[in-house]
């Protein structure tokens, strides 16, 4: 069965640097988009960043661009998402997310922003 499996969480300060990994199992990985989400307390999960199963598009949300990279890699059936200069509003559980007519999550990792 489909598994996602997010890790790299963890408290850091304004202006970190986080490396999230989203391991995944039990489809082709190279055949399928990915994307990253994020659910910050009390709101809406909402899009962060998307990259296409060659890793040559990548798509991202306003509030995170220039600042979040997502890549890749199809031998290591992984996705990641590098996040530098954290803001204290970056503060979110980060999901990652594939599928076609079904929608496959993560369990999530914490990312927490706060000096």
């Known amino acids: 069965q489909v598994q996602l499996a997010e890790s790299g969480g963890g408290l850091v300060e304004p202006g970190g640097s986080l490396r999230l990994s989203c391991a995944a199992s039990?489809?082709?990985?190279?055949?399928?988009?990915m994307s990253w989400y994020r659910q910050a307390p009390g709101k809406e999960r909402e899009f962060v960043a998307f990259?296409?199963?060659?890793?040559?598009?990548?798509k991202y949300a306003d509030s995170v661009k220039g600042r979040f990279t997502i890549s890749r890699d199809n031998a290591k059936n992984t996705v990641y998402l590098q996040m530098n200069s954290l803001k204290p509003e970056d503060t979110a559980v980060y999901y990652c997310k594939t599928g076609r007519t079904i929608d496959y999550w993560g369990q999530g990792t914490q990312v927490t922003v706060s000096s």
């Open positions: 990259i296409s199963v060659g890793g040559d598009i990548t």
């Open positions: 039990g489809f082709t990985f190279s055949s399928y988009v």
